[in-house]
C-alpha cells in the first residue's frame, strides 16, 4: 500500500505563486505520478504528470505556468504553481499508481484570492 501526503496548500494572492509536495512512503522510481485538481462543485480533473523517465505533461490551462517535478531519493513530487488565477483555487491531489492499483493522497487546498 502506498500513501502520499500532500502539503503546501494556502491562501494566496491572484499572480502569486506556491508550491505543493507530495510525500510517498514508498519508493517512486519506477512510478509516473500525478497531481489532480477538484473546484467546489466540480469534478476532479487532471494537472500534470511525471513520468519514471522525467517527461512531464500538463493540462492545457496550466501550461507555462506550472511546473512538475519529483525527488526520487526523497520519494517526493512537486507542483511549483506560478501566476495563479482564482479559477486554480481547488483541492490538489497526488495520485500514484503501483501494481493495477491507484493510490491517492487526502489532498491541500489552495485559495487564490482575486
Known amino acids: 500500500q502506498v500513501q502520499l501526503v500532500e502539503s503546501g496548500g494556502g491562501l494566496v494572492q491572484a499572480g502569486g505563486s506556491r508550491r505543493l509536495s507530495c510525500a510517498a512512503s514508498t519508493n517512486i522510481f519506477n512510478m509516473n505520478m500525478g497531481w489532480y485538481r477538484q473546484a467546489p462543485g466540480d469534478q476532479r480533473e487532471w494537472v500534470a504528470i511525471i513520468t519514471s523517465g522525467g517527461y512531464a505533461d500538463y493540462t492545457d490551462s496550466v501550461k507555462g505556468r506550472f511546473t512538475i517535478s519529483r525527488d526520487n531519493g526523497r520519494n517526493t513530487v512537486y507542483l511549483q504553481m506560478n501566476s495563479l488565477k482564482p479559477e486554480d483555487t481547488a483541492v490538489y491531489y497526488c495520485?500514484?499508481?503501483?501494481?493495477?492499483?491507484?493510490?491517492w493522497g487526502k489532498g491541500t487546498l489552495v485559495t487564490v484570492s482575486s
Open positions: 495520485r500514484a499508481p503501483l501494481h493495477g492499483m491507484v493510490y
